[in-house]
Nanobody, 121 residues
Framework: QVQLVESGGGLVQAGGSLRLSCATSGRTFSNYHMGWFRQAPGKEREFVAAISGNGDGIWYAESVKGRFTISRGNAKNTVYLRMNSLKPEDTAVYYC??????????????WGQGTQVTVSA
């Protein structure tokens, strides 16, 4: 059974930082893109960041560029999202996804359960 498990969400003041982690099990995604998406209340789920299997390719949504950093663990089956300079508009449930579709950066088959990030003004 494939599982993606996120952790690291929480409540933080504007300007603060959080680091999200996503651990996978049940299959390897080391040769596939992995990524983060988020969904704010009343809004559709949106792309945040993605990283290629070898880590050479990295993509960000314009809204987080320069503030968020995506990376992979040494075993390539873990992905992280370092979020700095957080803003209230970053408040959302953050989801890990794999395998992210390489050509479109659309989400693939597997989702984590989500982790809540709340940024207070």
């Amino acid at each position: 059974q494939v599982q993606l498990v996120e952790s690291g969400g929480g409540l933080v003041q504007a300007g603060g930082s959080l680091r999200l982690s996503c651990a996978t099990s049940g299959r390897t995604f080391s040769n596939y893109h992995m990524g983060w998406f988020r969904q704010a209340p009343g809004k559709e789920r949106e792309f945040v960041a993605a990283i290629s299997g070898n880590g050479d390719g990295i993509w960000y949504a314009e809204s987080v560029k320069g503030r968020f950093t995506i990376s992979r663990g040494n075993a390539k089956n873990t992905v992280y999202l370092r979020m700095n300079s957080l803003k209230p508009e970053d408040t959302a449930v953050y989801y890990c996804n794999a395998p992210v579709i390489a050509t479109t950066l659309s989400p693939g088959r597997y989702w984590g359960q989500g982790t809540q990030v709340t940024v207070s003004a």
